[in-house]
């Protein structure tokens, strides 16, 4: 009986989704529907879903409320089937497999995470996975709005069949990750971790991203830069192909700079209530990491106002960039720059990022203790990370060997140590090792619950941090920014 719930579960929360979604796909493709000028208005769809959907399973956490799960699980099937078909129709607009660039990724990524949480809920029978698995979709999708979906030309590296074998093994493997990084965590946080021990760690992003993001320009001027776009391309200041022309954000880069400030005197608290235990320092960190969240949030939506507004964008110009810039140039070009997000797409996600992990601490400092009964035994979490991780080993096994047969077709050599593929590797270690030191050595609860989260920070840093920090042959997959120089 319990497995044919389960079975028409499945069927009602994925497969119909995905079954609506391929119909839809298929009418379009038929031309029985109007065709889609672009898939951005099915994206933004989604990810209001997925918002909904962690709402209510946040919510659920703290309300045991059955209608409640019931909301997060359906409004998360919608926001899959969405995906799905936003996903689809990038492909019939651009004319190709759509896992080429960031953008095409991210959707795909999105998907493969909110399929994960729909599989992980429904088979253990434990909601709460939701709470923590959809704002990751959220983000990637945020992610993948914020850099822009313009098309282009494929590459002739990227002409290979094996091009959409490996990426979807990637983003299905990435996906299920995310799941086992979720019931780690919050395994850690069940076996009386303390949460200010997490937050040292967990503020140590939104400081690093104010204090690195724009050049450090946020700390030493209070002021955000982004880079400007012509045409859909950066344009070019030096050959080395190192700067780019940017614009300041008005008003944007103070309230960021409070938010360092903010996020440093959090860390410090945390660290002094930690070697000295009094009560009191706990309160004080808890109360600044809710302001901290008030002023990132604040940031990041004057940010996009900002973005949106139109602008005399010559007059924002960075001073320091100005005086090297031929008058004549700005007189033939400057009423065509762009002041757009997708100029510093990695830098503005990593701000929403600070702000969504700035979030999970004021969440879950709130009511700590009922949170903590909310959530199932050590056992249950233990094992549901177990069952994540032997899911997704596989798919990052394959994705390995998929991308080395790639990469001989593509290059003559089946591993060359580029950036890309040694992260792959040392991602799939991670899990490698989860799996040896369980089955071999009997890990199990903590030490286990600390490899699967680092293994989900370098499935992110393989994702984003090699292909934007690390040059190599996989830069290609930053997506069509291009250089215009300046001459």
């Given amino acids: 009986m319990v497995r044919e719930e389960w079975s028409r579960a499945l069927l009602l929360h994925l497969l119909v989704p995905l079954g609506a979604a391929g119909v839809f796909l298929l009418l379009q493709w038929r031309a029985v529907l109007a065709p889609l000028e672009s898939e951005t208005p099915l ?75 729909l599989i992980a809920t429904l088979s253990s029978r434990q909601p709460f996975i939701g709470a923590l698995v959809m704002p990751v979709a959220v983000l990637l999708l945020v992610l993948g709005l914020l850099y822009g979906n313009e098309a282009q030309d494929l590459p002739p590296v990227l002409v290979s069949y094996w091009r959409p074998i490996h990426v979807t093994l990637a983003m299905a493997g990435y996906g299920v990750c995310a799941v086992s990084f979720v019931t780690a965590l919050l395994y850690l946080l069940k076996d009386r971790v303390r949460l200010e021990v997490i937050a040292l760690f967990v503020l140590v992003l939104p400081v690093l991203t104010y204090a690195v993001i724009s050049g450090g320009s946020i700390l030493t001027q209070g002021v955000f830069f982004v880079k400007l776009l012509m045409d859909g391309q950066r344009i070019l200041l030096d050959p080395e192909n190192q700067e780019f022309l940017r614009a300041s954000v008005p008003q944007v880069g103070i309230l960021f700079r409070g938010a360092f400030v903010g996020s ?95 979030g999970f601490l004021a969440l879950f400092g709130w009511k700590w203790k009922r949170l903590l009964e909310a959530l199932p035994s050590l056992e249950v979490l233990d094992r549901l990370t177990y069952r994540a991780v032997t899911l997704a080993f596989p798919l990052l096994t394959l994705m390995v060997i998929t991308g080395a047969i790639w990469a001989n077709e593509s290059w003559g050599r089946y591993w060359g140590w580029d950036p890309k593929e040694t992260w792959a590797l040392i991602t799939w270690l991670f899990y490698a090792t989860f799996l040896h030191t369980r089955l071999t050595h009997g890990w199990k609860g903590r030490r286990s619950a600390v490899l699967a989260v680092l293994g989900f920070v370098a499935v992110m840093f393989t994702y984003l941090g090699v292909s934007f920090l690390l040059p190599g042959l996989h830069s290609y997959a930053r997506g069509p920014l291009r250089s215009w120089p300046i001459g």
Avoid: K
């Fill in 43 to 117: 994206v933004v769809l989604a990810l209001i879903h997925y918002i909904g959907a962690a709402v209510f399973h946040l919510t659920h956490l703290y309300q045991r409320e059955a209608l409640l799960e019931r909301l997060g699980l359906w409004v998360t099937a919608a926001g899959f089937g969405l995906n799905v078909a936003a996903w689809g129709a990038r492909g019939l607009i651009v004319g190709y497999y759509p896992l080429s660039n960031l953008y095409d990724t991210a959707l795909f990524f999105a998907l493969a995470t909110a399929a994960a949480s």
């Fill in 264 to 358: 440093v005197f959090a860390l410090i608290i945390f660290a002094l209530y930690l070697l000295t235990a009094r009560p009191f320092l706990r309160a004080i960190g808890h109360w600044a990491t809710r302001l901290v969240l008030f002023v990132q949030g604040a940031g990041a939506f004057w940010l996009l106002v900002q973005l949106r507004r139109p602008h005399d964008v010559v007059a924002l110009l960075d001073p320091a960039q100005r005086s090297g810039i031929p008058e004549a140039w700005l007189q033939q070009f400057g009423g065509r720059l762009e002041l757009r997000a997708q100029g510093s797409a990695i830098e503005i996600a990593a701000i929403f990022a600070a702000v969504a992990l700035t």
